[in-house]
Structures are given as C-alpha cells and as structure tokens.
C-alpha cells in the first residue's frame, strides 16, 4: 500500500489511464481536504488551550 500511494504521488502508479485521470484529482482533493481539516482542528484545539491557560478575570464567588 505504502508503494503504491508513493508512486500515485510521484506519478507513476496510476499511469495515463482512463480512470487514473478520475481517481487522482479525488485523492487530490481528498488529501488537501484532510490538510485543511487538521490545520482547523488545531487551530480550534489550541484556541481553546490558550483560552483555559488566561487568568480568570471574574470570580466565581466572593468571600464578603
């Protein structure tokens, strides 16, 4: 498997064939899709870290 999707990404596992020029625009996108989804979901992640770290500016309760 680890083959053959680097020679899909080097350019010669699927060759000039009919489905070839189908099947590598999809896994194209499909990976760029992958890349996007994984830079939002640390983007979110990490957003939501650096919220939680902040120091709290309104108490909760107060002791008078």
């Known amino acids: 498997m680890w083959n053959f999707l680097m020679s899909f990404f080097i350019g010669s596992a699927i060759g000039a064939s009919r489905l070839g020029r189908f099947v590598r625009p ?3 996108l499909f990976t760029i899709g ?9 983007y979110v992640v990490l957003n939501a870290v650096r919220e939680r770290s902040q120091g709290h500016h309104v108490h909760t309760h107060s002791t008078r």
């Open 26 to 28: 999809m896994l194209k």
């Open 34 to 42: 992958i890349v996007v989804a994984g830079l939002v979901y640390t």
